[in-house]
């Protein structure tokens, strides 16, 4: 991708939480605990085929993201961090549909997530100098 935004301030547009409508969303840990939901977000499967709950929640199941959760208590948490991630701009819903793609906002977010973890200590230190 050929962007000119820096990794720094593309994270600090999702880290901070925001206000819509009266109601407050908390801003998103991007290296902490939504990890694991942002990767799931990203996978390549997606691009062809939409994001549902229902895919998440197989996609999820085994990780330590669930928190030992399953059946409607693992889709109720799903779709909380589904809501959340559309007030930040990274998925939109599909027009009558229960169906959910990034956006382009999200490809970027989630190709710096996945570049800067999957960078080499060594790698970074010669861009720096």
Known sequence: MEEDTSVGDILAKVTQPLKTNNKRYRGLDVTGKDLALLQAVADPKYNVDAITNK???????????????????????????????????????????????????????????????????SELARLIA
Not at 61 to 71: E, F, H, K, V
Not at 95 to 106: A, C, D, F, I, W
């Open 55 to 121: 895919r998440l929640q197989e996609a999820l199941g085994a990780s330590t993201w669930t928190n030992g959760l399953s059946g409607r208590n693992l889709s109720a948490r799903i779709s909380r961090h589904l809501r959340l991630l559309r007030e930040h701009g990274i998925i939109r819903k599909l027009p009558n549909q229960h169906k959910y793609m990034l956006t382009g906002e999200g490809r970027l977010l989630t190709t710096a997530i996945n570049q800067f973890l999957g960078a080499k200590v």
